[in-house]
């Protein structure tokens, strides 16, 4: 059973750029949420999509958005990037949402220079 | 706000010796605390769980023990070896359809052969 997967694995951006970053979660998954992980926060919520839709949101500017598809493949974008959005971003999916099952992908960690 | 307090921010423990992590949150709307280990360069795992009505679960060489009252919880490592050489990280999540996992800051555990 194919796992949580992420790409790019890495990327360099340069400050006021934008990227996306992409996710393909189980087979049958149904929710995707993304996580930023930084050394000084830890690990923080960014957001959650199920069916399309975005369920749930953390305290991240509108800077950071996303979006997910009819396959549940999701998408996150990030505009106009700053110094401090360089991170490790963690994606994971679940049939429902988080709590058993909870399957995180490896991530994508992104320097902005 | 940080909801979830975590320590030691690091362990160092001896092959065979027993590594303890703490956690205390402050959220009472959790009702699902999963412990996650975090290899460099991977996603966190789901590596045990416990719900709130259950005071102690083990798995395997894994204990997680539950202080409600106390709004504590902890994760003992008994016979610790150098492959649990890792990250760990408590977690809580808020009761509803919306679930989002709110992590402790995460400790870094170095099991000497």
């Known amino acids: 059973k194919a796992g949580v997967t992420q790409t790019p694995r890495y990327l360099i951006k340069t400050r006021g750029q934008q990227v996306t970053l992409s996710c393909s979660p189980i087979?049958?998954?149904?929710?995707v949420s993304w996580y930023q992980q930084t050394p000084g926060q830890g690990l923080q919520f960014l957001f959650e999509?199920?069916?399309?839709?975005?369920?749930n949101k953390g305290n991240f500017p509108g800077r950071f958005s996303g979006r997910q598809f009819s396959n549940s493949r999701s998408e996150m974008n990030v505009s106009t990037l700053e110094l401090g959005d360089s991170a490790l971003y963690l994606c994971?999916?679940?049939?429902?949402?988080?709590?058993?099952?909870?399957?995180f992908g490896s991530g994508t960690r992104l320097t902005v220079v | 706000q940080q909801q979830v307090k975590q320590s030691p921010q690091s362990l160092i423990v001896q092959k065979g010796g027993i590594s303890i992590i703490n956690c205390a949150y402050e959220?009472?709307?959790?009702?699902?605390f999963p412990w996650y280990q975090q290899f460099p360069g991977k996603g966190p795992a789901l590596l045990i769980a416990?719900?709130?009505?259950?005071s102690e679960k083990k798995e395997g060489r894994f204990t997680i023990s539950f202080n409600k009252s106390a709004k504590q919880f902890s994760l003992h490592i008994m016979d610790s070896q150098p492959g649990d050489s890792a990250t760990y990280f408590c977690?809580?999540?808020?009761?509803?359809?919306?679930?989002?996992?709110?992590f402790g800051s995460g400790t870094q555990l170095t099991v000497l052969p």
């Open positions: 087979s049958g998954h149904r929710s």
């Open positions: 959220n009472t709307a959790f009702d699902y």
């Open positions: 994971a999916s679940s049939y429902w949402t988080a709590g058993d099952g909870y399957t």
């Open positions: 999509y199920f069916s399309e839709t975005q369920r």
């Open positions: 977690a809580g999540i808020s009761s509803g359809s919306a679930r989002q996992l709110t």
């Open positions: 416990i719900r709130p009505d259950v």
